[in-house]
């Protein structure tokens, strides 16, 4: 049975090994199609996919974007084309929204979700985990940046970093400060204008019984933030330090 993963760069899975896609446009062609989850992406919409940064000349275009489905079908092993249908006016790709990792992410997440509402934090923590670990680098990290491509891999990006976000806050929940504090230095220095996540460890190393740590980390985040904005830090984050200064 075949499977895809985009959590990184394009890959199929054969039923035996996970493949590369062999070259660039052919990856457009099916990152599209795989953005689209079974809708039909027109033969003037791949066009314009698979060229938006240069001069297009449709006719040779069209024909082009024809020959690389045909190598698509032909890494697919889709003899019989009932997986990569032609359906006007263009195509479609046809699976189980569980064979595409990006999916299964986007299911893990909202159920995540669902038991931090509910309270259930540790369990939360657990399925948050699972969804994360689905990850292997950047979305579509070889595949050229299209505006379908690029605004599916800033979805995914923006849901990966909200994920991670909510497992920290599940572990604190739970007393965790200390399990997540090397997770949340990472995604802050990954996100270093989220106020948010400076915020989160300064609390984190509060309960720690990290003090000046978290004293230390204020100066960072007002550093970070006058740097790249000419700005200062948020009214959340003055009122902490001044709750840390005056230990209340």
């Not at 000349?57 to 990569?84: E, P, W």
């Not at 605004?151 to 923006?158: N, V, Y």
Request: charged share 30%.
């Amino acid at each position: 049975m075949i499977e895809f993963r985009l959590l990184g760069t394009l890959e199929i899975f054969d039923g035996l090994h996970w493949k590369s896609v062999e070259t660039p446009k052919i990856r457009s062609v099916l990152a599209v199609l795989l953005a689209a989850s079974g809708r039909v992406i027109s033969m003037e919409r791949l066009v314009e996919e698979l060229w938006y940064d240069g001069p297009q000349r449709k006719r040779d275009q069209r024909n082009l974007v024809q020959q690389y489905v045909m190598k698509l079908r032909r890494q697919l092993g889709d003899h019989d084309h009932s997986m990569l249908v032609t359906k006007a006016p263009g195509y479609r790709l046809l699976f189980e929204p569980a064979r595409l990792d990006a999916r299964r992410f986007d299911t893990l997440h909202a159920e995540g979700q669902a038991l931090f509402g509910a309270g259930s934090y540790r369990q939360a923590f657990t399925v948050l985990g699972d969804a994360l670990s689905l990850w292997r680098g950047a979305a579509l990290d070889d595949v050229p940046a299209s505006p379908i491509v690029r605004a599916e891999s800033e979805r995914l990006e923006e849901a990966r970093l909200a994920a991670a976000e909510m497992r920290i806050d599940a572990s604190h929940r739970t007393g965790g400060h200390a399990v997540t504090l090397a997770e949340l230095r990472t995604l802050r220095d990954t996100n270093p204008l989220r106020e948010g996540l400076w915020e989160k460890e300064m609390i984190a190393l509060l309960e720690c019984g990290r003090r000046a740590d978290a004293l230390e980390v204020y100066q960072r985040a007002r550093r970070t933030l006058q740097e790249e904005l000419g700005l200062e830090p948020g009214s959340a984050l003055r009122d902490l330090q001044q709750l840390i200064l005056t230990d209340d």
